[in-house]
């Protein structure tokens, strides 16, 4: 589904990206984790384009997404994303959050497009705010509409990039559950999180960034069961300490 | 296709020089009444005594609400017959500068003194009452510790502001008064080459105050790094 | 002093004879506010786009829309008043030059008044939007691009919305500074409100009355545009957001 091959990526002599390949089969959960300034923000944002690279490629759903010639657009309606920051619209209220891509990228009725994007509220356990804005929602609820939203346009894999980082310990549960869900049911993931509960639980593989390299890219048990480099090592004692 | 002459340029350089002076002498003297009656009007308005809050108030969105042409045609029709007749001055005294300086004066501290509002108002609150605490009165509070800061954080928006007075300046052409622009208009006048003399003078504000904007910028830099 | 206040000069019937003085002054407060709408018209689409531009990713139109803003800044507004009215006309083709040089002088002052205050502003409208834009958090476009909005598309529902709300305020003050500039335009012999002023110094003796009526009348507009614009500055409020609930 998704395929990473040797990509780099650098700023002036700043590398940020080193020669990184991986790969997200169908129907997997892959976890992204690694110190900050490792790259793994960047990485998953090269997936959809958001980020450009120099070199290596990346193919989503056989198209490849360095190429000149992409419709990044085209590309990146259906690949899901969702951000550290929700990135809400706030002057929309929730159910035009959700359906105004659906109506001007995917060029659905505005029916369906409100149908489809109650349902998934409903989904995610918020169809009572319907009508309220973003900012008058908490910090757990807009990311679990930003979840929505991306599902609304019916992706054939979902980006999250540290979805639970800037919440609120007591809301980070309720995301996780939406993500958790959504992994049970079959959905390709790539995720960049710290959340070392959530990658237990539902991840098949876990990969470990470091200074802008793939350190470690192995199945979920392998990788907690005996980390193999040293870094990881240390920072799976850092994060599992509390 | 018009046939450009530039030939009445040259010769006229030392009269539009003074022009400029006049530009610039009316600049310098609303920059510096401006902040000093501007710094006293924002501490009224700051100030806890309400008529005095009051009148700083009034004063302040009243010469925002009129336009700059309105003051000055005040200050030229009207306010110079009234103090002729007020000091018994013989009819026809040039009171033309002065009135200006005046006009701009008084109408430039209300811009002066909202942007000095604001900047006293980014000192945090803490510092004044610090300087209570070591004994200073309102007034040694307010010179030795609020204003210096504020002054700091406000030097780029009062240069802008300095910048945007030399052009209101070019408007004492209602008076008839030989400024930069008055200078240009009249030689331009003079010698039918009136596109000439206005691209000129046109060139010539473009060139002062894309340098000092740029000036400015730069020191902004300076000071508030990133 | 031995000023005699006659406010009753307003209603004696003009030099003209075919209207009072007053209907003077509505004259010219009809033409400020034609002349300053139909210019923040123009303020507001140019301004919009250049903003728009100085953000844009190409350093060519980004490197244009900053020259423009620029030229329009560094030149008094009296100045670039002049050009339109004075310079411009001499410098177009000379059929067409001529043409405007024998249409109706009204109309020639008001259209290179209009055109005047127009650009002048929407270089100052243009500061605005982009500074609006370059406020809301980076991550906004990348949630639009996300979603396969294209970039332009982007702009238009995502960062635009938004941006424009956020500078109701000191699009407000510009929207003010429109109609205070107006009044540089009787220079050229546009006969709005301050130039009627004058004119009513001239004919009518009463120079008090007829500044204080003509200044009353600014302030009076000042008041009308602020109310608006608290309005519409409480209708576009975002709930949740900038003091909204």
Known sequence: MIKIENVSKNYGSFDVLKDCSTTVNKGEVVVVCGPSGSGKSTLIKCVNGLEPFQSGQIIVNGTSVGDPKTNLSKLRSHV????????????MSITENLAIAQIKVLKRSKDEAMDKGLKLLDRVGLKAHAHKFPGQLSGGQQQRVAIARALAMDPICMLFDEPTSALDPEMINEVLDVMTELAQEGMTMMCVTHEMGFAKRVAHRVIFMDHGRIVEDDSKDAFFANPRSERAQQFLAKILQH | MYEFDWSSIPGSLPFLWDGMKISLEITLTAVIFGIVWGTLLAMMRLSSVKPLSLFAAGYVNFFRAVPLVMVLLWFFLIVPKFIEQLFN????????????????????????????????????????????????????????????????NMVPLLLTQAIILFQDTSLVYVSALADFFGAAYKVGDRDGRLVELLLFAGLVYFVICFAASTLVKRLQKKYHPA | MGYQWNWGVFLQPSAAGDDTYLGWMFAGLKMTIALSLSAWVIALLLGAIVGVLRTAPNKVLAGLATAYVELFRNIPLLVQLFIWYFVLPELLPKALGDAFKQSNPVFQMFSASMICLGLFTSARVAEQVRAGINSLPKGQKNAGLALGFTLPQTYRFVMLPMAFRLIVPPLTSEFLNIFKNSAVCSTIGLLELAAQGRQLVDYTAQPYESFIAVTVAYVVINVIVMTLMKKLEDKVRVPGYMGGK
Do not use: N, W
């Not at chain 2, 070591?134 to 030795?144: D, I, P, S």
């Open chain 1, 80 to 91: 899901g994303m969702v951000f550290q920051h929700f990135e809400l619209f706030p002057h």
């Open chain 2, 89 to 152: 001055l013989p009819p026809g005294t040039d009171l033309r500068l002065t009135s200006a300086m005046i006009g701009f004066a008084l109408f430039e501290s209300a811009y002066y003194s909202e942007i000095i509002r604001a900047g006293i108002q980014s000192v945090p609150k803490g510092q004044m009452a610090a300087c209570y605490a070591l004994g200073m009165t309102y007034g040694q509070a307010m010179r030795l510790v609020v204003l210096p800061q504020a002054f700091r």
